[in-house]
């Protein structure tokens, strides 16, 4: 179990750490949230963005992995920056303005579920609900076993994000260095 405090200090940490390995994950809502997005190719050639959040989950002391999938959605917007391109359009993304990806094809193709396993079956790891800072419908993993399985780690001090990252990221395909190397 983790408290809120060591969460968020830990968390100022991971972040500090992951942008120094090049993978950009921020700090959001006073620190009570880091977020990283990324480019996912689908097995038809089509990309998509993986958007990941952690968040604390004060009913199991435990951090959270929230995380949706989106359309690419490319955009133009006009910067009026004199000192550089004085209005010319400038070609931004914007992870947000596509929609969200099928369910099916998040559990199969995504997160890469085998066709066997039941619906209930993957119910019980992988829920949909609102996002509690969003309040948009986002992909959770079940933070009721995270506890038990983090006892089962030996963990340092200052490593307990990072550990639990490493097992519950790699199931969403989130891109996380080596531990052994931060």
């Known amino acids: 179990m983790l408290t809120e405090q060591q969460f968020r200090d830990e ?10 390995n090049n993978i950009n994950w921020k700090l959001q809502e006073n620190g009570q949230t880091a977020r990283e997005s990324h480019l996912v190719e689908l097995p038809d ?7 990941s959040h952690i968040i604390y989950n004060s009913t199991y002391q435990t951090p959270t992995l929230w995380f949706n999938f989106h359309a690419k959605s490319w955009f133009f917007s006009v910067h009026f ?13 914007d992870s947000f ?5 099928d369910i099916e094809t998040v559990e199969r193709d995504l997160l890469k579920i085998p066709k066997t396993e ?6 019980t790891r992988i829920s949909q609900y609102e996002h509690p800072f969003l309040g948009v419908l986002y992909y959770n993993i079940h933070p009721c076993q995270t506890s038990q399985l983090m006892k ?3 963990l340092g001090e200052g490593t307990w994000l990072m550990s639990w990252l490493s097992v ?13 190397n931060l």
């Not at 968390?11 to 120094?20: A, D, G, S, Y």
């Not at 303005?97 to 990806?101: L, N, Q, V």
């Not at 199931?171 to 531990?179: C, S």
Request: some cysteine.
């Open 81 to 93: 920056d004199v000192r550089v391109f004085c209005g010319l359009g400038i070609l931004n993304y």
């Open 45 to 51: 050639g089509e990309f998509v963005t993986q958007d």
């Open 118 to 123: 039941s619906t209930a079956s993957i119910r």
């Open 168 to 180: 519950y990221g790699q199931q969403i395909g989130l891109r996380i260095p080596d531990i052994q």
């Open 11 to 20: 968390l100022r940490i991971f972040v500090e750490k992951m942008n120094e």
């Open 152 to 154: 089962e780690l030996k």
């Open 97 to 101: 303005s596509g929609a969200p990806i």
